[in-house]
Nanobody, 115 residues
């Protein structure tokens, strides 16, 4: 069982930046960020693989958000720039031992972007 601990959420003005971190208690193959906007279902934001130099982004964040990982620390990051009020959501870290199966989830961290 892998545990995920997120940090870095908070309140920021539109146009600002935040960096989220997610530390895993063990080795993972794929890691990702999802978010849940108020009143909506959880949605994919970005993912990154351990063994292949591969990242993927939702259209809504591509060019503004960057996902990266430090394999030695079993940690994934989400650098969020040019934030918009519509990015306000609870952001969840996810991980898996096989690509994209998302077996493990963090507790979520709130990101609020004010206009």
């Amino acid at each position: 069982q892998v545990q995920l601990v997120e940090s870095g959420g908070g309140l920021v003005q539109a146009g600002g930046s935040l960096r989220l971190s997610c530390a895993a208690s063990g080795r993972t193959e794929s890691m990702a960020w999802f978010r849940q906007l108020p009143g909506k279902e959880r949605e994919f934001v970005a993912s990154i693989r351990r063994t292949v130099a591969s990242t993927s982004y939702a259209d809504s964040v591509r060019g503004r958000f960057t996902i990266s990982r430090d394999n030695a620390k079993n940690t994934v990051y989400l650098q969020m720039n040019s934030l918009k009020p519509e990015d306000t959501a609870v952001y969840y870290c996810a991980a898996s031992g096989v690509p994209f199966s998302w077996d493990y989830w963090g507790q979520g961290t709130q990101v609020t972007v004010s206009s």
